[in-house]
């Protein structure tokens, strides 16, 4: 379970992203600087076997071992986010022969535009994969450039979009907690009239109880493991709350290099 949001402005974008895992799911490490991608991502823990190629002479290609994430900033100001597709995961098999998902973001980010990132994941053999949707945020996007593309696998085919906030993913019940946290978001009002402030409060919220339906979200089994804060504009920054973000107030801070 995830939910995605952003807020546009005249000189570009912020994105918040809450991060919904089990409880039994090892913490994330926090955001780092990658040389080798020029991104800023914190890192799953979870062990993964091999990674892919993205160049799309060479598809599918096994060279190393790493870490995966679920989101990034480059230096150029493009970030993606990868959300899990559990309804048709379930149909795809159980996972256990699956490369992880979290590899992808590491190795697409570097190529900077939707276009290039789009051009390479339809040269990837996507069979690897359990099912996955990718929010793109292109480094120029704005109020004037307001267009976020999504990508998605379904486990057959791929399919290519413009998505509409919030974009949320559930391992249960995804109707109902799509309609609760969409009739939340819409509380906020106009686009105009939605801040930083309002977005962070949208995802800290318990409305309208404190479990499944909510943004900030509790249930025995899982809850919101973190809140990330991506800021794109005259500096590019990378903000992540460690834990629900009802809770404390475990924010970090880091800005991309010059």
Not at 158 to 175: D, K, M, N, Y
Not at 205 to 217: A, I, N, T, Y
Request: net charge neutral.
């Amino acid at each position: 379970m995830c939910t995605l949001t952003w807020l546009l402005n005249d000189n570009g974008y912020e994105v918040f992203f809450n991060r919904d895992e089990q409880r039994s799911r090892p913490k994330a490490k926090l955001p780092v600087y990658d040389t080798v991608s020029e991104s800023i991502f914190p890192i799953d823990p979870g062990p993964i076997d091999s990674v892919i190629d993205p160049d799309p002479i060479n598809p599918g290609q096994i060279v190393s071992r790493g870490k995966g994430t679920w989101i990034g900033v480059n230096k150029k100001g493009l970030s993606l986010c990868l959300l899990n597709n559990y309804q048709d995961g379930i149909k795809a098999g159980n996972g256990d022969n699956f490369t992880s998902r979290g590899v992808l973001i590491p190795k697409l980010i570097h190529l900077n535009t939707p276009e290039n990132i789009i051009a390479a994941l339809g040269e990837i053999n996507l069979k690897v994969f359990q099912p996955f949707s990718l929010c793109i945020f292109p480094a120029n996007l704005s109020i004037k450039n307001n267009r976020v593309f999504t990508w998605s696998w379904n486990g057959e085919v791929s399919t290519e979009g413009i998505a509409g906030q919030p974009v949320i993913s559930s391992a249960v019940l995804l109707e109902n907690v799509t309609r609760s946290r969409t009739d939340l978001f819409k509380q906020l009002g106009p686009q105009e009239n939605i801040t930083d402030d309002s977005l962070l409060s949208y995802h800290s919220s318990h409305k309208p109880e404190k479990g499944k339906f909510s943004v900030c979200m509790h249930r025995d089994d899982a809850r919101t493991q973190s809140l990330s804060h991506i800021q794109v504009g005259k500096n590019i920054s990378f903000g992540y709350h460690d834990g629900p973000p009802c809770k404390n107030n475990k924010w970090t801070k880091l800005f991309m290099p010059e």
